[in-house]
């Protein structure tokens, strides 16, 4: 006996209005998964959509059930923007007091100032147990417990408003030169201009070796989501178009082809998430 199938991938894009979601073709899932709260940060744990934005957290399902609107709240908690997600820990960039901020997805504080002194924090990045974090102009390397490894992994950038790791290559969206950057992940260069000629790009997901790109030109309604190779190459500058003011993006790859045979089942699962925005480029 066999059996075969497969399962769609799926993209998360948060704007100024909502989340919406998309399949990695462009077709348009819901374009308004979650309430108008608007969207600076995005993180997926199973099937938990966290929703950073309006000065604090809130918990969705990914098919856009609340779950706690808002998880995570008080003072403290300004301009939100880059989270990512590492086991039950949620690590969220503050732009008004320039912090790291460590949380669990059940939204206890773990510490809400792990690292600080940024520079309004845009773009956060986990490979392992280290943590790369865009601060103004350049990315630092840390450890999940706050150490600083190099908070000058990478300087000189311009810009960078969305981090992704793919292998051990990071891929750095910079807002400012219109840019994707490459390096590796000790801090090598790589192509600083992988991919060049974008409007104003700010946030980066990764699934196998396509990148996803968020993008807009500063009018609302003129967003979008671009699709290019690792290597730089464009598969389609235009897979999603129209979106009011597009800030993050998130990836979830579909599950590899599952097969039942006479052998027995095998499955192969994967997951990437990324990041985002800051909410003071919105507008």
């Not at 090598?188 to 990764?206: E, K, R, W």
Request: glycine residues 18%.
């Amino acid at each position: 006996m066999s059996l075969v199938g497969t399962v769609r991938g799926q993209l998360f894009v948060g704007e100024a209005g909502s989340v919406g979601e998309y399949t990695t073709s462009g077709a348009t899932i819901n374009a308004s998964l979650t309430p108008p709260f608007g969207s600076a940060g995005l993180a997926i744990s199973g099937n938990d959509l966290f929703v950073a934005g309006g000065g604090g957290i809130s918990e969705y399902t990914t098919s856009g059930a609340f779950v706690k609107v808002p998880l995570i709240s008080g003072a403290g908690l300004g301009a939100l923007g880059a989270m990512a997600v590492s086991g039950n820990d949620l690590f969220v960039g503050n732009d008004s007091n320039g912090t790291i901020g460590e949380y669990t997805t059940s939204g206890a504080t773990i510490n809400a100032s792990l690292i600080s002194g940024l520079t309004e924090p845009g773009g956060i990045a986990i490979s392992g147990n280290d943590l790369f974090v865009a601060n103004g102009n350049v990315i630092g390397e840390y450890t999940l417990s706050g150490a600083t490894i190099n908070a000058s992994l990478i300087t000189g950038l311009g810009g960078p408003d969305g981090l992704i790791i793919v292998g051990n290559d990071l891929f750095v969206a910079n807002f400012q030169t219109r840019t994707i950057g490459e390096y590796t992940t000790s801090g090598a260069t790589v192509n600083a201009s992988l991919i060049a000629g974008l409007d104003q790009p700010n946030g980066l997901a990764a699934i196998g070796n396509d990148l996803f790109v968020s993008n807009y030109d500063g009018v609302a309604g003129n967003g979008s989501v671009g699709e290019y190779t690792t290597s730089g190459a464009t598969v389609n500058a235009s897979l999603i178009s129209g979106l009011y003011l597009p800030s993050c993006i998130i990836a979830v790859p579909e599950p590899a082809s599952w097969v039942l045979n006479g052998l027995g089942l095998f499955s192969l699962f994967f997951y990437l998430g990324v990041k985002g925005r800051r909410a003071n480029h919105l507008g």
